[in-house]
């Protein structure tokens, strides 16, 4: 069993920056692509950027320019780096992360950190 724990969420103006970051923990893993996705009320659920264990990164348009993902996999942690926020960004940031085990591979998912940008 593997969790993925979010931090670093919280309030800022718009024009500001926050650092999220997710930490794993669990027996007997590899961490492989991992990912921040976001969910702002009545919207679906939406990916913001990934990162491949070997540091590819992708972003969504709205992320490209202001946002930042890393990983560093000697401590099983990711994060994003995110400037110049816009209310727009408002929205429940999840970690998701594919985890290969003993048993296979699995995805999981964060419960989650909110992230409030105010105009």
């Known amino acids: 069993q593997v969790q993925l724990v979010e931090s670093g969420g919280g309030l800022v103006q718009s024009g500001g920056s926050l650092r999220l970051s997710c930490a794993a923990s669990?027996?007997?893993?590899?961490?492989?692509?991992m990912g921040w996705y976001r969910q702002a009320p009545g919207k679906q659920r939406e990916l913001v950027a990934s990162?491949?264990?070997?540091?590819?990164?992708t972003y969504a348009d709205s992320a490209k320019g202001r946002f930042t993902i890393s990983r560093d996999n000697a401590k099983n942690t990711m994060d994003l780096q995110m400037i110049s926020l816009l209310p727009e960004d408002s929205a429940v940031y999840y970690c998701?992360?594919?985890?290969?085990?003993?048993?296979?591979?699995?995805?999981?998912w964060g419960r989650g950190t909110q992230v409030t940008v105010s105009s």
């Open positions: 998701n992360a594919i985890v290969s085990l003993t048993g296979g591979i699995r995805e999981y």
């Open positions: 990162i491949t264990r070997t540091s590819t990164t």
């Open positions: 669990g027996r007997g893993f590899i961490l492989g692509t």
